[in-house]
Structure formats: C-alpha cells, structure tokens
C-alpha cells in the first residue's frame, strides 16, 4: 500500500471511529465522555485528509469515499460482528474502483 492508501486508510479508521463514539452515546447508550476521543478522532480525520496528494480537495474527498465505503464495511464486520453480504461486497468493489479512477485517470 502506498504513502496514498495509508492516508486514506488511515483517515478511513479515524472517521469512523469519531463517527462510532457518537453513534455509542446516541443509539447504544454508552457513556457521553465518549464523544471527547471521538471528536479528536475527527480532528485527526480532517488532518490526514489535507496529506492526501493532488492540488483539489473535492478530488482528494471524492476518492477517499470509496475508501469510506469500503472500510465502514470492515467495521461492520471486525467491530459490529455483522459480516457484510454479497452485495455490500460488490458495491464496495465498485467504489473502490471508482476512487481509482478518480485517482489515478489520465488528465491533460
């Protein structure tokens, strides 16, 4: 994986997680302190964004999507214990070929 994949797994993991310790308060009744290394969670999150390469946010947020995509699903299966079905297998495939396009298209 390279220096791209690490940032956008990374920043996959951190999103995730600060979106998690929200959904744990909110929906799971979980302790609210919670929310306090979830919000830094998404400070670190914004942070590993502006590291992705290119010279626009919309491109470097539109790829990193289908990283989400894909990596919301290992999440779901690793951390929540649901393994995720055909179909959210497919779709994450599609995703993530479309953030290589995305990424890595030819352009003049």
């Known amino acids: 994986m390279g220096?791209?994949?690490l940032i956008y797994a990374g920043a996959a993991l951190?999103?995730?997680g600060g979106c998690f310790a929200f959904w744990a308060?909110?929906?799971l009744g979980k302790p609210a302190w919670l929310v306090v290394p979830g919000v830094g969670s998404l400070i670190l999150f914004a942070w590993l964004l502006t590291l992705s390469p290119g010279n626009t946010a919309g491109r470097a947020f539109a790829a990193y999507g289908g990283v989400y995509?894909?990596?919301s699903l290992l999440w779901l299966w690793r951390v929540e214990g649901f393994a995720p079905d055909r179909w959210?297998?497919?779709g994450a495939i599609v995703c993530l070929l479309g953030a290589a396009l995305?990424?890595?298209g030819p352009r003049g």
């Open 14 to 16: 951190a999103e995730i």
């Open 3 to 5: 220096r791209t994949g």
């Open 88 to 90: 959210d297998a497919i």
């Open 102 to 104: 995305i990424l890595f």
């Open 25 to 27: 308060w909110l929906r």
């Open 69 to 71: 995509i894909a990596a």
